[in-house]
Nanobody, 114 residues
Framework: QVQLVESGGGLVQPGGSLRLSCVAS????????MGWYRQAPGKERELVAT???????NYADSVKGRFTISRDNAKNTMYLQMNSLKPEDTAVYYC????????WGQGTQVTVSS
């Protein structure tokens, strides 16, 4: 079974930055496209950003220009650099494959508030 462990969340003021990390065991990094997802209170889980094994990225319109997704295949690790954070970015953030979804990890809480 694949294990996913997200970390790096916390409380940050609007306009601040955080870097999230996702460490995976198992075979998930065999898949070409990985992604970060988030779920805000009372809302559905949504896709935030994706990255292919070759480094091609895609972002939701709501985070485009502010977030940067990256991956280190040798370390089975994926990152999400979050800049210019807004209160509406508050959510639990998860990593997973874009396709071939595995069991979800616990996620990491990001709270943007003054």
């Amino acid at each position: 079974q694949v294990q996913l462990v997200e970390s790096g969340g916390g409380l940050v003021q609007p306009g601040g930055s955080l870097r999230l990390s996702c460490v995976a065991s198992g075979r998930i990094f065999r898949f070409n496209i990985m992604g970060w997802y988030r779920q805000a209170p009372g809302k559905e889980r949504e896709l935030v950003a994706t990255i292919s094994s070759g480094g091609t990225t895609n972002y939701a319109d709501s985070v485009k220009g502010r977030f940067t997704i990256s991956r280190d295949n040798a370390k089975n690790t994926m990152y999400l650099q979050m800049n210019s954070l807004k209160p509406e970015d508050t959510a639990v953030y998860y990593c997973n494959a874009r396709y071939n979804i595995n069991s979800w990890g616990q996620g990491t809480q990001v709270t943007v508030s003054s």
